[in-house]
Nanobody, 114 residues
């Protein structure tokens, strides 16, 4: 499966962004999908995940109540709605798909700064 992220950019603190992940090469409904991020000098960390049917989601404590992960299995898309963004959310955000193997996108940069 191939993953392509989009939607990153520069936003002021308190602002919002919606990241998109387009999956191709396989039907993504059979994959556990997630978003991860990696800030400079830090390890990559899980931000949010969503089950194949979308009925179960999981969030890092640092983003609970601010970020929402969703998926559209008809369009093979996964989204991350990010609200109330903080400077510490600045990172490269990666889309991930797991079934037997793990697949990664190339990442999209999110910068939160005034």
């Amino acid at each position: 499966v191939q993953l392509v992220e989009s939607g990153g950019g520069l936003v002021q603190p308190g602002g919002s962004l919606r990241l998109s992940c387009a999956a191709s090469g396989s039907t993504c409904s059979s994959y556990l999908m997630s978003w991860h991020r990696q800030a400079p000098g830090k390890e990559r960390e899980l931000v949010a995940s969503i089950s194949g049917a979308g009925g179960s989601t999981n969030y890092a404590d640092s983003v609970k109540g601010r970020f929402t992960i969703s998926r559209d299995n008809v369009r093979n898309m996964v989204y991350l709605q990010m609200n109330s963004l903080k400077p510490e959310d600045t990172a490269v955000y990666y889309c991930n798909a797991v079934r037997v193997y793990a697949y990664w996108g190339q990442g999209t940069q999110v910068t939160v700064s005034s």
